[in-house]
């Protein structure tokens, strides 16, 4: 096959993708050629805003257009409840219910031998700093139901099981077994945080 070069370029940066295979990646470049170029502009702008205008909020790890998120610097919320979830857009989802009114903190993945993500390359020291530095009483654990998001889950309470006066609690299984938190609908997630499991406290 002749190799067209923007063509092949941009096939290319849409395969490094998550979910992306080199069929998808040629589909969407297609579509992307059939746009009017100003639809082709937006896209392309809205990628390049994304990176320069999104940040990642310092001290929650959720995603912020300032330095701190809006809920970390927010008076009404309850200091003293830490929610820890796998990625910034789980916390969306909880803040969509509008139903959790503690804070939150994003690990930034799962631990996962598989895929060669370990301890290390998450969060948790910044959740160990936070929980001790401001007194945090409850931690719900909000990973997802499947093995890396239970095994993470684990991790978390045998890594605070020495902080006293914490109580650790974890979302009911409203949510699927193995299904995911982005895919929870508000009435599923607004259960699972009723109904947590206390593992410690
Ligand atoms: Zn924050």
Known sequence: MQHIKYFENCISEFSKLPGIG?????????????????????????????????KFCVECGSISEDDMCGVCLSNSRDRSVLCVVEEAKDVLVIEQTAHFHGLYHVLGGKISPLDGI?????????????????????????????????????????????????????????????SLIEYADDFTMMRALENRNIFKG
Not at 23 to 43: F, G, V
Not at 45 to 52: A, G, I, P, T
Not at 138 to 156: C, H, K, V, W
């Open 22 to 54: 080199r069929k998808t990646a040629m589909r969407l470049a297609l579509h992307i050629l059939k746009m009017k170029p100003e639809s082709a502009k937006r896209l392309a702008l809205s990628v390049v805003e994304l990176k320069e205008k999104i």
């Open 118 to 178: 370990a301890p290390s390359d998450l969060s948790f020291s910044s959740l160990i700093r936070r929980i001790k530095e401001h007194n945090v009483e409850e931690l719900i654990i909000a990973t997802n139901p499947d093995a890396d998001g239970e095994t993470t889950a684990i991790y978390i309470i045998r890594l605070l099981a020495d902080i006293t006066g914490l109580k650790i609690t974890k979302l009911a299984s409203g949510i699927p077994i193995g």
